[in-house]
């Protein structure tokens, strides 16, 4: 089965401070693994893609098999940081087309 | 940049009554996808499309949901008869093509609320 856990809920971070969002996957074999940041009342965007290293707005993630996890880093956090970051999962298996999300992190940047 | 377009940005309906939800993908990808987010939850996957038929779709897409392609430009998704419990943010999603799914995930739309009441 296939499964994203992002176990925080709620992440606050003072203006400057290292952030993490953590995520953890579940699937048996060669995951995509991507995360999607929602701005407050705003569509759904494409922050980062496993398949490319690449940093966007200063974040980075990296996949750790081992783990099983991807968790999303910055270093120093800014306040239009804020928003909503889901961690999703696409299964390469079978054809499968879905992304599997999981239920989000509220990241609250404090001034 | 292109994007995905929904509409309406938030509808209001009977419980019983019929509505379609409306989305207008990038116009040269060729797969689509309705997700929904229901209040406080994650975002869930619907159903995918492609080549005018359904490719997949979850066990949440039961035989009050349909998807249609009715046009070469529109992707709509109609629910028969609402519940209360289908009350949820709906999200359009399209993807390029099969390489790109993978390499750049979805481009999505800024969803649609639907209130049953």
């Known amino acids: 089965a296939q499964r994203v856990t992002q176990p925080e809920k709620l992440l606050s971070v003072f203006k400057g401070a290292p952030v993490e969002l953590k995520c953890n996957y579940s699937?048996?074999?060669?995951?995509?693994l991507f995360w999607y940041v929602q701005y407050s009342r705003q569509r759904l965007q494409l922050l980062l893609r496993?398949?490319s290293r690449e940093s966007i707005k200063g974040f980075t993630a990296d996949l750790n098999k081992g783990e099983t996890s991807f968790h999303l880093k910055k270093p120093f956090a800014q306040e239009e940081d804020s928003a909503m970051y889901y961690c999703?999962?696409?299964?390469?298996?079978?054809?499968?087309?879905?992304?599997?999300f999981g239920k989000g992190t509220k990241l609250t940047v404090n001034p | 940049e292109p994007e995905v377009t929904q509409t309406p940005s938030h509808q209001v309906t009977q419980m019983g009554q019929e509505v379609i939800l409306r989305c207008v993908p990038i116009s040269n990808h060729l797969y689509f996808y309705w997700y929904r987010q229901i209040l406080g939850q994650k975002v869930e996957f619907l159903v995918s499309f492609y080549n005018n038929e359904i490719s997949e779709k979850s066990e949440i897409f039961d035989d009050q949901f349909s998807v249609e392609r009715p046009d070469g430009s529109n992707f709509t998704l109609k629910i028969r008869s609402t519940k209360l419990e289908d009350s949820a943010m709906y999200f359009c999603?399209?993807?390029?093509?099969?390489?790109?799914?993978?390499?750049?995930?979805?481009?999505f739309g800024s969803g649609t609320r639907l209130t049953v009441v």
């Open positions: 496993h398949i």
């Open positions: 699937y048996s074999g060669s995951p995509e």
């Open positions: 999603a399209s993807s390029e093509s099969g390489t790109a799914k993978a390499n750049y995930g979805y481009t």
């Open positions: 999703a999962l696409m299964g390469a298996q079978g054809g499968s087309e879905k992304l599997v």
